[in-house]
């Protein structure tokens, strides 16, 4: 079953959704599809509002549906949950406006399991947000294993045994029917408990899709509803549709997303290798016209899913699977009772025989890497103890003082072989111990899955998944430390800095630009898209685009301004002191850039309308909201780092009643992403340019790899900017312009964007101006701060009176 349609004498014009594209919308899906037809790559950086969603959408439909091409399927990939309902919206109105003989465009918004299982969207039979993977692996596994080839029975009886129970209580003569499992507004036919078959809970709603599946045909002949006529199936129409029916919806999910036009999903599901490896691989090939939305955040998304690590309490856990493992055949070999290694929980021997001489693993070697984890874990412990007595020798008297802290392995600046990596040679662990680790924490968890009844996530494969990367990837491009997580455990003794700390050693990816340019090169073509991707030469190379070009997959760009009217928007670079850490000082401190920035933020703040103001962190950001509401007679809002529900309850405050001031860090949520429509913001004003922690080991680390990969003068091609500017400084201005960017995004929408540090103003050592596209560098002309007040006056009162 499929939902594709080829139309002959397709046209994109029949696919746009509304009834004329901006001139620029039509340029970039004439070059997109034109790019895509090469196999190749349109890079676009467009002006917030400027219809970059339609544009993307436009062209991939186009290429699916044309009978020449080679494209099957449009994917979809953003950063920010925002922007995957702008697509789910786009998709709504381009199905509205399709010529009357074209089937509607099916699509499908990609989530977890925790979005789409019924029992952990209603809370019951033991499944939550936190339960719901390791619950739905280990009722998945039960259910194979009562059908499978030496199973007790089949789907059918397990399908039909569930309801049975639902009858059985009718039956009983109760005046009230049993209480049905419901979930998105639809009654299942299942009672909220899982069901049990010869005292084996399984889960009948994946029973019931395993009954479905065709004995050797595509699994989408289990799909219990028809793709053609049903558009975009979002995830409330997933799970009503599946499991109103009595089938699992991730299952299904799984099994429709080859075959829809247009997947929505996250980076993650192209470039998490674990999740393409077991949910998303379809849709990695070249029939797949992939979409890189809000691609300024490739890169650093891109590293953090191709970077790896392990908690020391991943390793404790996994040392103590491998005891329960390797115990029973050591008791049973010693001529004990193996029910002494039942007393905690262990496999037993016979079991652990059989698995491991089904594998390549050998008991020697389970034990070598059991000690191997002990001794890594002493090892840690002694590094960790070590270092704070160096840098806090008091620590031991109040842990409350300790603070997220680092422990770089290797001198950041210089490539070489990690310290840890040394001390496991020095102790007789070579490389081989390191990636053995993988194979044995895989035999591990089959092991004990077996043998223990119980839904959870062995530690073993993480730990040794992580163990074995550690000792493959390089000592350039990565780099090892030990993180300190601040957090708090009561159970630790009082002079423990478990007390405090999570310790984990961690391998940053620092130039994941390979990575991403290898899974680019895997899909046909497409577009990669952002409000905010100068310069351009930076971006090509960070993200391996410029490598994928040498291969010979044409990759080609766009840049769109701003095309609104100019005269209803007003553009400052204030001329104010650099909002460096060594000019505004410690927070509570009063000196003249903290005040220039409070009184240019406060003349902008009179703007009659809600203004957002950005600040580089979340702690400056604190104390500018003080400072504002001391000053403002309108409400001052501060965000503060939150989960999503406060997120979102701040921003219905905003955007309700009287006009306010919201503060939040540039590097939050609120200033990309968000949709400030119409009259939702009138200013917003960016207070510094938003650097990471530069005196961090891993920034070292991350400078140095990218001045090693991309400087270099330009004269072999490389950008020749400092590992500075290409990894902290660019990165820093796009999330700057990103902010800005919130207020005009349509042609009816006024309002006044402010840069407010002298960086923004001026050429100097440190300027970012240059880093500006040339269109927003003629626009925001330098201001001093005397005449600040005037521009917002002059621009407000021209502004009202038309």
């Not at 917030?48 to 062209?59: E, N, S």
């Not at 998304?301 to 699977?321: F, I, K, M, P």
């Not at 390089?474 to 007390?499: A, G, K, M, P, Q």
């Not at 994941?512 to 971006?539: C, H, K, N, Q």
Request: charged fraction near 30%.
């Amino acid at each position: 079953m499929s939902a594709a349609q080829r139309v002959p004498d397709v046209s994109w014009q029949a696919v746009f959704g509304h009834d004329e594209p901006y001139p620029e919308q039509a340029d970039g899906i004439d070059a997109t599809i034109d790019a895509a037809d090469d196999d190749g790559f349109l890079v676009v950086e467009g002006a917030c509002g400027t219809g970059k969603t339609m544009l993307a959408l436009t062209a991939g439909i186009d290429r699916v549906r044309d009978p020449d091409s080679k494209y099957e399927r449009v994917l979809v990939l953003t950063s920010v949950k925002q922007q995957l309902r702008q697509f789910e919206a786009d998709l709504e109105a381009i199905n509205a406006n399709l010529p009357i003989d074209w089937r509607p465009v099916s699509g499908l918004t990609l989530v977890g399991k925790a979005d789409v299982c019924p029992y952990s969207r209603e809370t019951v039979a033991g499944v939550d947000d936190e339960t719901v993977y390791d619950r739905c692996e280990g009722l998945r596994e039960r259910t194979r294993n009562l059908v499978g080839e030496d199973g007790q029975t089949s789907t059918g009886t397990l399908v039909s045994e569930a309801k049975a129970t639902q009858t059985g209580l009718l039956d009983t003569g109760a005046t009230q029917g049993p209480d049905y499992l419901s979930t998105a507004g639809e009654p299942t036919p299942f009672l909220p408990e899982t069901a049990e078959y010869a005292d084996t809970e399984y889960c009948p709603f994946y029973a019931t899709f395993l009954d479905d599946l065709p004995e050797d045909g595509d699994p989408v002949e289990a799909v219990p509803f028809d793709l053609t006529d049903r558009g975009h199936i979002d995830t409330d129409d997933l799970v009503r549709l599946s499991a109103g029916y009595g089938t699992c919806p991730h299952s299904v999910m799984g099994a429709v997303l080859p075959h829809v036009e247009v997947v929505l999903g996250n980076y993650y599901h192209a470039f998490d290798p674990q999740t393409v490896g077991s949910f998303t691989g379809a849709l990695v090939d070249d029939a797949t016209f992939v979409v890189c939305d809000e691609a300024h955040m490739l890169e650093p998304r891109v590293r953090d899913l191709v970077s790896d690590g392990v908690g020391l309490t991943t390793l404790r856990d996994a040392e103590q699977e491998l005891t329960r493992v390797i115990q029973p055949v050591e008791f049973d070999d010693a001529g004990k009772d193996a029910a002494g290694g039942s007393e905690t929980g262990s496999a037993d021997a016979d079991l652990v025989r059989g698995e491991l001489a089904d594998s390549d693993v050998t008991l020697r070697e389970l034990r070598e890497v059991r000690a191997f984890v002990s001794d890594l874990r002493s090892e840690i412990d002694r590094r960790v103890k070590a270092h704070l007595d160096r840098s806090l020798p008091d620590w031991r008297a109040d842990l409350s003082r300790l603070e997220d802290d680092e422990i770089p392995l290797r001198d950041p600046e210089a490539p070489a072989v990690d310290d840890l990596t040394e001390w496991a040679d020095d102790a007789g662990y070579d490389g081989g111990t390191w990636v053995r680790a993988e194979s044995v924490g895989a035999v591990v968890a089959r092991i004990l899955n077996e043998a223990e009844d119980e839904d959870v996530r062995r530690a073993a494969p993480a730990a040794g998944r992580a163990l074995a990367n550690w000792k493959r990837c390089d000592h350039v491009s990565y780099f090892r430390e030990i993180e300190l997580e601040r957090t708090w455990d009561e159970t630790e003794s009082r002079n423990s800095w478990r007390r405090a700390y999570n310790a984990r050693l961690a391998l940053h990816n620092c130039v994941p630009g390979e990575a991403i340019a290898e899974r680019l090169g895997e899909f046909g073509g497409g577009v990669l898209m952002s409000a905010t991707l100068e310069p351009m030469d930076v971006f090509r190379e960070v993200t391996g685009l410029d490598a994928l070009a040498e291969r010979g997959r044409p990759v080609e760009e766009r840049t769109y301004g701003l095309s609104f009217p100019a005269a209803n928007r007003a553009s400052f670079a204030v001329d104010v002191p650099k909002f460096t850490h060594e000019n505004r000082g410690r927070r509570g401190e009063s000196n003249p850039t903290r005040r220039a920035h409070v009184d240019a933020v406060a003349e902008i703040a009179r703007s009659p309308g809600n203004v957002l103001v950005g600040m580089p962190n979340y702690g400056e950001a604190s104390w500018m909201a003080e400072a504002l509401a001391d000053r403002l007679d309108r409400p001052v809002l501060l965000d503060e780092s939150s989960g999503d529900d406060a997120t979102e309850a701040l921003k219905v405050e905003f955007f309700g009643g009287e006009p306010k001031v919201l503060v939040t860090s540039l590097r939050g949520t609120l200033t990309e992403g968000v949709d400030y429509r119409g009259d939702r913001l009138a200013a917003a004003a960016v207070c510094g340019v938003p650097l990471i922690d530069t005196s961090s080991p891993r920034t070292r680390a991350l400078r140095t790899a990218y001045d090693r990969r991309f400087g270099g003068g330009g004269s072999d091609g490389r950008n020749g900017r400092s590992g500075f500017e290409t990894a902290l400084t660019v990165p820093a201005v796009r999330k700057a312009r990103q902010a800005i960017g919130r207020v005009i995004r349509g042609p009816e929408e006024v309002g006044i964007r402010a840069l407010i540090d002298a960086r923004y103003a001026r050429a100097s050592w440190d300027s970012v101006r240059e880093y500006l596209p040339e269109t927003e560098r003629e626009e925001f002309d330098p201001v001093s701060p005397d005449m600040l007040g005037y521009g917002v006056d002059r621009f407000w009162s021209r502004a009202g009176e038309e």
